[in-house]
Structure formats: structure tokens, C-alpha cells
């Protein structure tokens, strides 16, 4: 009866560790079409542009957020944590922004530089939530 016991309990908490297992895949990955969310505020791609200079050709990314806005730390941290790529690379450290009266950024544009004579193709950039 012991035995049995043991065997139930050690097969109860295998199931337990295969469920929470299968709920942790990995991080859903979006191309630049649709809603996005980070720490609970969401955010759209409004608009990809490129313009070639003589260091490199440079991608704009405009983004837009949800009205109450996005934290600047909750932004500056996802980007730098490598949640928003374009051609694997990650944007400029400097980017412009509005804010609301709150301080929450409204709307943002991120740069990244590439390499000259790269041409455009929007489902470069990834983003993950």
C-alpha cells in the first residue's frame, strides 16, 4: 500500500512538472504588423522608412502606444533586453519621443544603421513581447 502510495504522489508531481513545462514555451515572436504589448501597455508600428547616407543606410521605426502612454524605463528596458530587432540588430540608444502629461511616452522613433545599399523590407523587423 506504501508503495503504491509513492507511486501515485511521485506521478502526481511529474504531471504537475510536464504541465507548468508546457506552459513556458518560448517568447512569442511578431513581425511589425498589429498590437504589441510590454509590461501591460500596448503599442503599434506606424510607419518604416529608410534613408541612405554616407555612413550607412537608416531605418526609422515609428511606433505609437496606447493613451495612457508607456513608462521611458519600461521602453528604454525592453529595447535594450534585445526585444526589438531590425535585421537582428538593435536600434540607436538615442530615439525621439513625445510624452504625456504623465511623463509616458506617446509616441517613439528608433533608428537603426545598416549597412549601405540595404534595401527595405519591413519583415526585418521583429519584435518580442
Not at 53 to 62: A, E, L
Request: overall charge negative; aromatic content about 10%.
Amino acid at each position: 500500500m506504501r508503495t503504491m502510495k509513492r507511486a501515485a504522489v511521485i506521478t502526481i508531481i511529474f504531471a504537475v512538472l510536464f504541465a507548468f513545462a508546457a506552459c513556458g514555451g518560448p517568447a512569442e515572436t511578431t513581425k511589425a504588423e498589429g498590437e504589441y504589448s510590454w509590461n501591460g501597455t500596448s503599442f503599434s508600428v506606424k510607419k518604416i522608412t529608410s534613408s541612405d547616407k554616407d555612413d550607412g543606410t537608416y531605418v526609422f521605426v515609428s511606433l505609437e502606444m496606447e493613451s495612457k502612454g508607456m513608462p521611458t524605463n519600461t521602453f528604454t528596458q525592453n529595447v535594450n533586453n534585445g526585444k526589438m530587432l531590425f535585421n537582428g540588430q538593435k536600434p540607436e540608444d538615442q530615439y525621439q519621443y513625445k510624452i504625456n502629461g504623465s511623463g509616458n511616452l506617446t509616441s517613439v522613433q528608433v533608428t537603426f544603421i545598416l549597412d549601405s545599399g540595404y534595401e527595405l523590407n519591413e519583415s526585418d523587423l521583429v519584435i518580442t513581447e
